[in-house]
């Protein structure tokens, strides 16, 4: 569906209707609320049909509602990111055209709900392109109302806790163009299928969206650093935006599908460092932090000799009398040594990867993150949230650059071991929520598919 076929559909169509309240205001949920009745009393043009034995038969309500659902969400994912200019429709947009359930253009017959003593309820125009601000009312709505949704539903079945940082994220996230409802699906994106269907939450399809935004970047294929060409995988767009934006980024999928090398082509196509380190098994705090090594040794006595090993020699030059020399080069090229040894960073400590990245920018890849150590969570999680890195190893305090861009991958949610992953771990809510809102579900994606295997082939 694209917004021209959104345009030319007349007034008395599923599209048409749709589109009419979207130009009025209705958010998706007013929508499917006004609309589901005519579903259930099955006025036209609200009766959902599939071909069976050479006949149109309507679809069990229950697949009515859900399809009324997708279309509704697809036709307000068009418009929201492509709104309808002044000028496009020939004729805007008329409440006595969208029908009620008790319209006079219903089939059942009843009479209109409105009458001479009630006037009727009229609604703003919505303007032609929604400003950031009115995107953020909406979305504080929504999540305040997916919020208590979750507070009702754990009385009985506890669900999820909504904490401050899908407002952050979304701050960041709608000053780059992402749209609303992805948003929401981002908060939701692990809950149950009947849990989503219970809040209303809208389906966003990430993938269309990521390819629309490589689209209108011109965005076929990456060059890498080392000036190799490459396919990108089709949700780079999304991943782009997200990194741009500054989100933490966690790429979930199967083994093999590619969840680094996208990674590694963004921070190529940003122009940044990439730097990872893996959290799994065997991972200390020093991939993170940095360590030292014997150099520190020769560091911590050379800060301290130089100052010593002149007093000594004064004192032996003064007991026999003498002077000592200006001009001593067995000392100078000791002290030479010695000075160069006790320099900030001349091998006693080797300066972490993440480090640099934190303080400097780019993009640092957490591998592995649903089997991570929980200290190593620990120092991962108090950067995230922080503005600053107290390394406590070298007690340096870093501030967090403003491209600094963290990123994950993992082969579960962090929801506990599955069948294929039985050694991943449970990750506590605290770490979840922090990458809650970056989420991408990566899979196999057909054209990186055969671009590697056609790679170089003669034809």
């Avoid at 949700?235 to 999928?253: E, K, M, N, S, Y």
């Avoid at 020093?286 to 150099?295: A, E, F, K, P, Y």
Wanted: with cysteine; proline share 6%; aromatic share 8%.
């Amino acid at each position: 569906m694209n917004k021209r076929m959104i345009i030319l559909a007349k007034a008395s169509t599923i599209i048409g209707i749709i589109r009419d309240y979207f130009l009025r205001g209705y958010t998706r949920s007013e929508t499917e609320q006004t609309l589901r009745p005519l579903v259930t009393s099955q006025t036209e043009p609200f009766v959902f049909k599939s071909n069976e034995s050479g006949r149109r038969v309507a679809k069990p309500i229950a697949e009515q509602y859900q399809m009324l659902h997708d279309q509704i969400g697809r036709i307000y994912s068009v418009l929201e990111r492509d709104p309808i200019q002044p000028g496009e429709m020939e004729t805007p947009p008329d409440d006595d055209r969208i029908p009620t359930p008790d319209s006079p253009d219903s089939e059942n017959g009843a009479s209109p709900t409105e009458t001479e003593n009630e006037p009727r309820n009229d609604r703003p125009v919505k303007k032609n392109r929604e400003s950031e601000t009115e995107q953020a009312e909406r979305y504080y709505r929504e999540f305040l109302r997916l919020r208590e949704f979750c507070e009702r539903r754990s009385e009985s079945e506890p669900l999820d806790s909504l904490s401050y940082r899908p407002l952050k994220a979304g701050n960041r996230l709608i000053k780059a163009g992402f749209p609303v409802d992805g948003l929401l699906s981002q908060i939701c994106l692990t809950w149950p299928e009947d849990a989503k269907r219970e809040a209303s939450v809208p389906k966003f399809d990430m993938a269309k969206y990521s390819r629309e935004v490589m689209a209108a970047e011109g965005i076929d294929k990456i060059t890498r650093r080392n000036g190799r060409e490459e396919t990108p995988h089709e949700l780079f767009g999304a991943i782009l935006t997200f990194a741009r934006a500054g989100q933490p980024i966690w790429l979930i999928g199967p083994y093999g599908v590619g969840k680094s090398h996208s990674a590694k082509q963004v921070a190529d196509y940003m122009q940044v460092s990439y730097g990872e380190t893996p959290l799994s098994n065997g991972a200390s705090r020093g991939d993170l932090l940095g360590r030292h090594t014997i150099g520190g040794l020769a560091e911590t006595l050379a800060t301290g000799q130089l100052a010593s090993l002149r007093a000594m020699l004064h004192a032996r030059y003064k007991r026999d009398g003498e002077n000592l020399p200006d001009n001593l080069p067995e000392l100078d090229a000791l002290v030479d040594s010695l000075a160069r040894i006790s320099e900030d960073g001349a091998g006693g400590f080797v300066t972490s990867e993440f480090e640099q990245a934190y303080g400097n920018g780019g993009f640092f890849c957490f591998e592995e993150l649903d089997s991570a150590d929980a200290g190593m969570l620990l120092v991962v999680n108090n950067a995230l949230e922080s503005d600053e890195l107290f390394n406590a190893v070298n007690g340096r305090v870093v501030a967090k650059s403003g491209s600094f861009v963290p990123i994950a991958t993992g082969n579960t949610p962090g929801l506990g071991a599955t069948r294929d992953y039985n050694t991943r771990e449970r990750l506590d809510a605290s770490t979840l929520d922090r990458w809650r809102m970056g989420r991408f579900f990566v899979g196999p994606d057909a054209r990186v598919e055969r671009a590697i295997l056609f790679d170089g082939l003669a034809s």
